[in-house]
Nanobody, 124 residues
Framework: VQLQASGGGLVQAGGSLRLSCAASGHPLGTYIMGWFHQAPGKEREFVAAINRDGDTTAYANSVKGRFTISKDNAKNTLYLQMNSLKPDDTGVYYC??????????????????WGQGTLVTVSS
């Protein structure tokens, strides 16, 4: 599967953005899907995951209540709605696909396919 992330940009603290991740080559419903965040100078960290059916989600504590992961299998697209953004949310966001049968993995190494990332900058 090929993944193409988009939707990043510059936003003020407290604002919102919606990231998209378009999949091609294979149905999105085949995978557990995740979003990861890499802040400048730091390692890639888990943000959220969604299961194959789209009816179970998981979030990092830092984004719970602010971010929502969803997907539209018919459009083969994954989303991340980000509200109440903070300067600490700044960084590159990556979507990823995991072939595992176990939901879910917070480790980036557990994911098999990656999008190219989209940059989010939150100004204070």
């Amino acid at each position: 599967v090929q993944l193409q992330a988009s939707g990043g940009g510059l936003v003020q603290a407290g604002g919102s953005l919606r990231l998209s991740c378009a999949a091609s080559g294979h149905p999105l419903g085949t995978y557990i899907m995740g979003w990861f965040h890499q802040a400048p100078g730091k390692e890639r960290e888990f943000v959220a995951a969604i299961n194959r059916d789209g009816d179970t989600t998981a979030y990092a504590n830092s984004v719970k209540g602010r971010f929502t992961i969803s997907k539209d299998n018919a459009k083969n697209t994954l989303y991340l709605q980000m509200n109440s953004l903070k300067p600490d949310d700044t960084g590159v966001y990556y979507c990823a696909a995991d072939r595992s049968v176990i939901f879910y993995d917070i480790n980036a190494n557990g994911y098999d396919y990656w999008g190219q990332g989209t940059l989010v900058t939150v100004s204070s």
